[in-house]
């Protein structure tokens, strides 16, 4: 089983707001939950990382159920720019910190 | 932050060679990774470079095919060993500046035929 997954793709307007969801059903209460995007023929790039608590910075936010089972980035305003695969991930209890990955969102926007 | 280059770029490698991908790290770092992205596919961590000590690798990647090196806290290499064309893939290396974010390199595309 999947231990993380997240839609396929997602398409939003610009300027409009963008809600990427992804369920991480088997994270532990001490797994950081990690979201990172990746732009076309580049290395993926951090967004944002949060524990329980909803999580803000100048890319974006991050909501996390309070069951910690799902979470959901946030872009407030999407940007032309903002196209790229977003891809939600865990260390799932790894004591060194290294990252299991879900299969990504690749997000499009539209002008 | 730490900015991180990967050399090659890119290869086209032949069938039962061998190909060693270098990251460098601008800064010294605490950890280092290396992952396999297969075309369109998510990123696969194949295992954490350990300074001064062997490479932790992930079940089903194993050290005679995959050998790292990490001998000090800004240089890792990964090898591709006898390679196939199961093993065309981009490879990244990534490193943990921070607490928690990990910076990637920009990823070694490389084609077996």
């Known amino acids: 089983d999947a231990k993380t997954t997240q839609p396929n793709s997602m398409e939003s307007n610009e300027e409009e707001p963008v809600h990427l969801p992804c369920n991480h059903s088997?994270?532990?209460?001490?797994?950081?939950i990690h979201w990172y995007r990746q732009l076309p023929s580049q290395g993926p790039e951090y967004v944002i990382h949060g524990l329980t608590s909803n999580v803000n910075n100048r890319m974006a936010s991050l909501a996390i159920a309070e069951d910690r089972k799902s979470s959901t980035l946030i872009l407030h305003r999407a940007t032309l720019r903002d196209a790229a695969v977003y891809y939600c991930?865990?260390?799932?209890?790894?004591?060194?910190?290294?990252?299991?990955f879900g299969k990504g969102t690749k997000l499009s926007v539209k002008p | 932050s730490a900015v991180i280059s990967q050399k090659p770029s890119r290869d086209i490698c032949q069938r039962g060679t061998s190909l060693t991908i270098q990251c460098q790290v601008d800064?010294?770092?605490?950890?280092m990774f290396w992952y396999r992205q297969q075309p369109g596919q998510s990123l696969t961590l194949i295992a954490t470079?350990?300074?001064?000590?062997?490479?932790?690798?992930e079940s089903g990647f194993v050290i005679d095919k995959f050998p790292i090196s990490r001998p000090n806290l800004t240089f890792s290499t990964l090898t591709v060993s006898n390679m196939s064309p199961e093993d065309s893939s981009i490879y990244l290396c990534?490193?943990?500046?921070?607490?928690?974010?990990?910076?990637f390199g920009p990823g070694t595309r490389l084609t077996v035929t």
């Open positions: 800064s010294q770092v605490t950890m």
């Open positions: 991930g865990a260390d799932y209890g790894g004591s060194q910190g290294n990252l299991i």
């Open positions: 088997t994270i532990s209460g001490t797994d950081y």
């Open positions: 990534s490193a943990k500046a921070g607490e928690y974010e990990q910076y």
């Open positions: 470079a350990n300074q001064g000590s062997e490479a932790t690798y």
